[in-house]
Nanobody, 122 residues
């Protein structure tokens, strides 16, 4: 069983930066892909970024390229999402998830955290 717990969300002003964490339990964390997704009110959950097992490869949604950075520390069983130059449209619940495949489809991620709220004020 794998458990994922996100943290680091909050209320921030536009233009600020934020760092989200995803702490995982279980021994398989380091051998799996970690992805970040977000869901704004009234919208579908959307892919944000993913990182492969070693951290040597990443993929990003076009909407966040250049402002979001995904990373991981397998020794700490933790993945991170750094967000810079926050915009009002970044307001959403952010989720981390685990997958065996390095790709962006939510359906291929089998374990999910409970989410952390990020609210950006104008």
């Amino acid at each position: 069983q794998v458990q994922l717990v996100e943290s680091g969300g909050g209320l921030v002003q536009a233009g600020a930066s934020l760092s989200l964490s995803c702490a995982a339990s279980g021994r398989t964390f380091s051998s799996n892909v970690v992805g970040w997704f977000r869901q704004a009110p009234g919208k579908e959950r959307e892919f944000v970024a993913a990182i492969n097992w070693s951290g040597s490869a990443t993929i990003y949604a076009d909407s966040v390229k250049g402002r979001f950075t995904i990373s991981r520390d397998n020794a700490k069983n933790t993945a991170y999402l750094q967000i810079h130059s926050l915009k009002a449209e970044d307001t959403a619940v952010y989720y981390c998830a685990r997958s065996k495949w390095f790709e962006s489809s939510p359906g291929n991620y089998d374990y999910w955290g409970q989410g952390t709220q990020v609210t950006v004020s104008a």
